[in-house]
């Protein structure tokens, strides 16, 4: 087989995979649908069916009842801060780490704080915010977005820098550059690709959180988005329909997030690594 | 001369450190002070009796942890949570990287963000979904029957030998778009011309990705299997919302056990010290894992 | 450069998405501004009058409690309205978690030392640790405490101490489609052998006899739960004091012939496809569909019933698990409870909002929005049509929910086990005795 048969077959093979992994991921999103724009009896008689009368009104009233706007305000506010946080302390901590050995308990000991589960430091932490009265307080969860999400920050920059060729930093220091304007200036943006990994990666923990907003937010003016999705979760019935509406229509924000990182990342990534 | 050539690279070298130090220090007071104080603190309540609330807390040593090693649903948490990680860990990164090659050309931008909608869903939404698909005359039995297979219908979530599988598949479904973006930020990352060069000198596909793509990426491999296998270890929403380890234990995994004993049985210090196990556990994977696939990035 | 475009422009979207989310940031904040503001205000003017300025102190009182959908964020907000109306220098903040996560925040809160004002404990057994520490405040010198029917008072005590204010209660039976019982020309049954009759004309005529959601765990204890006032507690009343002591057993009382019942149901075909599969939403949903008669369900199910198929006529009556001449007891027990925090700095205000909330007013406005059960003697709350079918029957006698005076811990071994029983993984005496020990090891 020729090259050119074969590049041929390779871009078959991918959009037949696409196509595939696509129809796999959108059936169980189409039921998600279903349960929202159908009313709980069409629902209860045959979920899969097309809707005889589309219930549009369950958006709007689930974003009322729910405060949705509210809970997206307040998400967004926590999430954008602790995604610049983390991207800023945790770049900066990778890089001494990717570069020199000697740091390396250092790497291990944020390691070790992936691989704990959050339970195990509730309490005392619980204790920890009341001290510095940080309960009810944005900054307060921010610390521990930051604090809980940073050891994987880490372990993504310094997987990345170590792949980076530290010629061309060298070669800045020798020019007379600071260390610091070094970093930011030329070792930062070559981590645009993981830049953009780190932060969508954190949009979907930090956008999801439910239990630490629910301990250390509890105040209904600070509900994040997942708190307000939950006040349609009863102790024994649960109203689904705006559930599911709620759930739509708070992933819509992220959606157009990823959306607008891709036009951004896509552009001129190749070709930053060499160029020095 | 020689006497100065010293001084100065003992200069340079307590520069570095300071500086480096410097770099560390935001990072290191946060994750100190608000997660690893915490943690270490709350080990000691693994040598306690306690239910969690009580202002008295009985010392008892390691008692906790011997009885750990005679409860049999400890090990059948145990053996459920490996089986679950191993699968996921292989079938995740197989099908993420098959799925970061697909989508490498700019045409299919949209579809990248279809596949990070599931990871964007709360386990409140995964749970009611995967119930609808699951269910005796859901859509995957629904399915089946439209392609004349109803042999292959079954009790998905029902049958205790089936549950844990089909749990697999809906962590699968939801995890998968990750490990795509991150083998795609490693694709990403090779520049355009190395691949240039390689179809100029004729290099066929299969080539192409063996000897240069996968080697250039092999970071993106250690990060994606340390995460997807950490990630599946430390499981919990996806069977709480789905099983709540049910039926009888059939997907009881470590994390949901220590839910049920720490919160349900009122058993606070027995539950913390299998998280103390469960970290013990997951640690010296980590670094297995980690010693053997970065020594492999280097010989690449 | 750009980079710093890169990072910019995230910013600005996030910001322009939280911007197109709330119009007015500052109005959001408005609300509860102007209700700080006009607090003092409004004290300013009666305080002048009552020259009382002390105890007009402004107050805020942090409730916290499970209820959320089920009940509906604005009933609770009616009242304390209503309170705050009538204590205008009290503030009732109402807060509210899910009940799967409930006890997890309540219980670090109060390891921390950060108890609410006013929280919700579960009845019975489960609320013992908390009190035992010191948690709870003695409500027994409490004027509502002589209101409470006996049956709800038995599970707000604590060493004889009323620790606890019950506020409804709720009953299993068993719900049942009126139309498809009279398109069969069947009777209500009264005992256990009518009833096995009835089921078994309803599979004839092609429908599920009964539908069960045994995937979501709490299902599971349902009917062992309607089982058990007829089967053992009617005429062993003492039967939780003889386990207590080491004089009983599960292995060797009516729960294994219970157990045999349970699982007779099931080899009978009276039982939708696969309940281990089928979780409790859907249950309701093969009810709603009219493919299945019958649902063993608390009184909580018909909210989601009327929602789901708001034409079916819906009856309620309790399982007959009697011989004929059996008098048949039902399995009813309080629901919520609502506590005080021992450690509050506003203990008198705190014991006002309960005896608000125990006033028959507020009881009936609550109860008709719950649509649940009494605790309280003479009320007459709007209850569910097909739950008031259930009322008669009640007077016969009735039972709590059993896990509310077992241990901790026997429960959850309970649960497990049906589902390992009918499973096949599990025998009904390995259950039992897993039950038994569970209860040896935790009682104290």
Redesign the interface.
């Known amino acids: 087989m020729s090259v050119k048969a074969q590049l041929l077959a390779s871009r078959l093979a991918s959009a037949l995979t696409v196509a595939l992994w696509a129809l796999f991921v959108v059936i169980p999103l189409a039921i998600m649908v279903m349960a929202a724009i159908k009313s709980p009896a069409e629902m209860a008689v045959n979920p899969f069916s097309w809707p005889q009368a589309f219930q549009w009104q369950t958006f709007q009233k689930a974003w009322e009842e729910a405060a949705l706007a509210r809970g997206i305000r307040n998400s967004l506010l926590l999430t954008s801060i602790s995604l610049l946080f983390l991207v800023l302390f945790g770049a900066s901590a990778a890089y001494p780490i990717a570069r020199r050995t000697r740091w390396a308990p250092v790497f291990y000991f944020f390691l070790a704080g992936i691989m704990v589960p959050f339970q195990l430091a509730m309490l005392p932490l619980y204790r920890l915010m009341k001290l510095f009265s940080l309960i009810n307080t944005y900054q307060g969860v921010i610390f521990i977005y930051v604090a809980v999400s940073l050891p994987m920050v880490i372990f993504l920059y310094s997987g990345f820098i170590k792949g980076i060729n530290s010629e061309l930093e060298d070669a800045a220091l020798v020019d007379g550059a600071g260390p610091f304007r070094m970093f930011w200036t030329i070792i930062f943006p070559l981590l645009k690709p993981v830049t953009s990994t780190v932060i969508i990666m954190n949009i979907m923990s930090l956008w999801n959180d439910f239990f630490i907003a629910l301990l250390f937010l509890p105040k209904k003016e600070m509900r994040t988005l997942q708190l307000s999705i939950f006040s349609f979760k009863g102790q024994y019935n649960s109203k689904l329909n705006l559930i599911m509406a709620a759930v739509i229509l708070s992933i819509l924000p992220m959606v157009i997030v990823f959306l607008a990182l891709q036009k951004q990342f896509v552009q001129g990534i190749a070709g930053g690594a060499v160029k020095g | 001369m020689g006497l100065r050539n010293a001084t100065w690279t003992n200069n340079t070298r307590l520069r570095?450190l300071i500086?480096?130090a410097?770099?560390?220090l935001?990072?290191?007071v946060?994750?100190a002070?608000?997660?690893?104080?915490?943690?270490i603190?709350?080990f000691y309540?693994s040598l306690t009796k306690w239910?969690?609330?009580?202002?008295e807390l009985k010392f008892i040593g390691l008692a906790n942890f011997q009885k750990l090693m005679g409860d049999r649903h400890f090990w059948t948490a145990l053996r459920n949570t490996f089986r679950y990680a191993i699968l996921v860990t292989v079938i995740q990164n197989v099908?993420g990287l098959?799925?970061a090659?697909?989508?490498?050309?700019?045409v299919?931008?949209g579809?990248?963000?279809?596949?990070?909608?599931?990871?964007?869903?709360?386990?409140?939404?995964i749970g009611?979904?995967?119930?609808?698909?699951?269910?005796?005359?859901?859509?995957v039995n629904?399915?089946l029957t439209l392609a004349g297979l109803e042999g292959l219908a079954q009790?998905?979530?029902?049958?205790?030998r089936l549950a844990l599988y089909s749990l697999v598949v809906a962590n699968i479904?939801k995890w998968?778009?990750?490990a795509m973006?991150?083998y795609l930020?490693?694709i990403?990352?090779?520049?355009?011309?190395i691949h240039e060069a390689a179809?100029i000198d004729?290099?066929?596909?299969w080539q192409r990705f063996r000897h240069v793509t996968f080697p250039?990426i092999a970071?993106?491999f250690?990060?994606n299997v340390?995460?997807s296998m950490?990630g599946s270890?430390?499981v919990?929403d996806i069977i709480?919302i789905m099983?709540?380890?049910?039926?009888?234990?059939?997907t009881e995994s470590i994390?949901t056990y220590?839910?049920?004993r720490?919160?349900?049985?009122?058993?606070f210090g027995y539950?913390?010290a299998i998280?103390?196990v469960?970290?013990a556990i997951?640690?010296a994977l980590?670094?297995i894992q980690l010693h053997f696939l970065t020594r492999r990035e280097v010989r690449a | 450069m750009k980079l710093r475009w890169l990072i910019a422009s995230l910013l600005v979207t996030l910001l322009a998405l939280s911007a197109c989310a709330a119009p007015a940031p500052p109005a959001a904040e408005a609300p509860a501004a102007s209700q700080e503001e006009a607090a003092p205000a409004e004290e300013a003017a009666p305080a002048e009058e009552a020259k009382s300025e002390e105890a007009m102190e402004p107050v805020v009182l942090e409730f916290y409690h499970w209820f959320g959908a089920d009940l509906g964020e604005t009933t609770i907000k009616e009242i304390n309205d209503r309170f705050h109306e009538e204590n205008p220098n009290v503030t009732v903040e109402f807060e509210t978690a899910d009940t799967g996560t409930y006890e997890q925040v309540i219980n670090t809160r109060l390891a921390a030392d950060d108890a609410p004002d006013i929280f919700g404990v579960f009845p019975g057994t489960k609320f013992h640790p908390k009190a035992k520490a010191g948690f709870l405040m003695d409500l027994s010198d409490q004027p509502w405490v002589d209101n409470l029917l006996d049956g709800a008072k038995v599970v707000a005590l604590y060493q004889g101490k009323v620790m606890t204010m019950p506020i409804d209660q709720n009953v299993i039976g068993v719900i049942y489609n009126k139309q498809i019982f009279a398109d069969l020309g069947l009777e209500v049954p009264t005992t256990w052998d009518e009833f096995l009759q009835v089921s078994e004309a309803i599979k004839e005529a092609g429908i599920a006899p009964m539908a069960l959601g045994l995937k979501s765990a709490w299902v599971t204890q349902l009917i062992p739960y309607a089982m058990a006032p007829s089967a053992i507690y009617r005429d062993m009343p003492d039967f939780d004091a003889k386990m207590y002591a080491g004089e009983a057993s599960f292995v060797d009382s009516p729960w294994a012939q219970m157990m045999a019942d349970y699982l007779d149901l099931r080899d009978r075909g009276y039982f939708n496809d696969s309940p281990l599969g089928t979780d409790y939403n859907l249950s309701t949903d093969l009810m709603a569909s009219g493919d299945a008669a019958m649902l063993v369900q608390g009184n909580w199910a018909l909210a989601s019933l009327r929602d789901k198929a708001p034409d079916i006529e819906w009856g309620m009556f309790p399982l007959p698990y009697v011989q004929p001449g059996q008098d048949i007891w039902v399995s009813a027990a309080v629901g919520g409870t609502i506590t005080i925090s021992a450690s509050t700095e506003h203990p008198e205000e705190a014991k006002a909002y309960l005896a608000f909330w125990a006033r028959p007013d507020i009881m009936e406005l609550y109860l008709t929005q719950k649509r649940a059960f009494p605790a309280f003697k003479n009320l007459n709350p709007e209850l569910d049509p097909a739950a008031a079918e259930m009322l008669p029957p009640l007077e016969v006698g009735s039972y709590p929910f059993l896990d509310q005076n077992w241990p901790p811990g026997v429960q959850g071994v309970m649960l497990e086990g049906i589902q390992s029983v009918f499973a096949g993984e599990m025998t009904v005496e390995e259950m039992l005795q897993e039950m038994d020990a569970a209860w040896a090891e935790n009682a104290e």
Do not use: C, H
Not at chain 2, 33 to 39: E, G, M
Not at chain 2, 101 to 106: E, G, R, Y
Not at chain 2, 202 to 205: C, I, L, R, S
Not at chain 2, 262 to 267: D, I, S, T, V
């Open positions: 570095t500086t480096d410097l770099f560390l935001p990072a290191f946060v994750f002070v608000f997660f690893a104080y915490p943690v603190s709350s309540f239910d969690g609330i009580n202002p099908l098959i799925l090659l697909a989508v490498t050309s700019k299919y931008r579809f990248r963000v279809l596949f990070l909608v599931p990871p964007l869903l709360s386990s409140i939404a009611s979904i995967w119930s609808y698909m699951y269910a005796p005359n859901g859509a629904s399915l009790d998905w979530l029902g049958n205790p479904w998968t778009g990750m973006i991150i930020a490693g990403q990352a090779i520049p355009k011309t179809s004729g290099v066929d596909v250039l970071p993106a250690t990060i340390v995460l950490i270890l430390k919990f709480y099983t709540q380890g049910g039926p009888g234990r059939a994390t220590i839910f049920s720490a919160f349900e049985a009122n058993k539950g913390t998280a103390v469960m970290f997951i640690l980590s670094l």
